[in-house]
Nanobody, 125 residues
Framework: QVQLVESGGGLVQAGGSLRLSCAAS????????MGWFRQAPGKEREFVAR????????YYTDSVKGRFTISRDNAENTVYLQMNSLKPEDTAVYYC??????????????????WGQGTQVTVSS
């Protein structure tokens, strides 16, 4: 069992930055791929980024490459999402996710074992 709690969301102007944190509990955190997804109003939840259990491999959806950075601290059981140069289209609820052991390179909801409750990010123009 892994429990995930996100924090760090809020309201920011376009071009600004936010750092999301996801605090995890559970013994398997440090051996799982972790990621972030988001869901904008009226849209389906979409993949944003993931990081391997070692932290050595990261992968991003095209729309956030060069602006967002995912990282993790296994000693602190925490995964981060640094978001820079934010755009209004980044507005969404952001969810932390723990991937299944069988799908460490996935990008869909079916690849996820555990979800956080979500944190709202609003970017004003």
């Amino acid at each position: 069992q892994v429990q995930l709690v996100e924090s760090g969301g809020g309201l920011v102007q376009a071009g600004g930055s936010l750092r999301l944190s996801c605090a995890a509990s559970g013994r398997t955190f440090s051996s799982r791929t972790m990621g972030w997804f988001r869901q904008a109003p009226g849209k389906e939840r979409e993949f944003v980024a993931r990081i391997s259990w070692t932290g050595g491999y990261t992968y991003y959806t095209d729309s956030v490459k060069g602006r967002f950075t995912i990282s993790r601290d296994n000693a602190e059981n925490t995964v981060y999402l640094q978001m820079n140069s934010l755009k209004p289209e980044d507005t969404a609820v952001y969810y932390c996710a723990a991937f299944k052991f069988t799908t460490p390179r996935g990008s869909g909801g079916r690849d996820i074992d555990y979800w956080g409750q979500g944190t709202q990010v609003t970017v004003s123009s």
